[in-house]
Nanobody, 115 residues
Framework: QVQVVESGGGLVQPGGSLRLDCVASGNAFNIYSMGWYRQAPGKQRELVATISIGGQTKYADFVKERFIISRANGKKVVNLQMNSLKPEDTAVYYC?????????WGQGTQVTVSS
């Protein structure tokens, strides 16, 4: 059974930084990507950033040059360094492990940007 667990969310002031961590465990085969999505109240879940098994990254336009996604080689671990946070970044952030068979999701971690 595959489990995906996020950590690192919290409350931060505008302009501050947070780092989110995600660890997946269990037998997941044919992994092609890991990434982060977010969902704000009343809005649909949206892509934040993904990183392929080959290291290629993809970012949403609203986080470019502010967020950095990274992955530990050979491990099912992905991190998201979030800088210059804005109130509109407030959301539940979800980690995703993508395999050829299906995607696996974590329970999410709350990020609140407020003064």
């Amino acid at each position: 059974q595959v489990q995906v667990v996020e950590s690192g969310g919290g409350l931060v002031q505008p302009g501050g930084s947070l780092r989110l961590d995600c660890v997946a465990s269990g037998n997941a085969f044919n992994i092609y990507s890991m990434g982060w999505y977010r969902q704000a109240p009343g809005k649909q879940r949206e892509l934040v950033a993904t990183i392929s098994i080959g290291g290629q990254t993809k970012y949403a336009d609203f986080v470019k040059e502010r967020f950095i996604i990274s992955r530990a080689n050979g491990k099912k671990v992905v991190n998201l360094q979030m800088n210059s946070l804005k109130p509109e970044d407030t959301a539940v952030y979800y980690c995703m492990l993508g395999t050829l068979k299906r995607d696996y999701w974590g329970q999410g971690t709350q990020v609140t940007v407020s003064s």
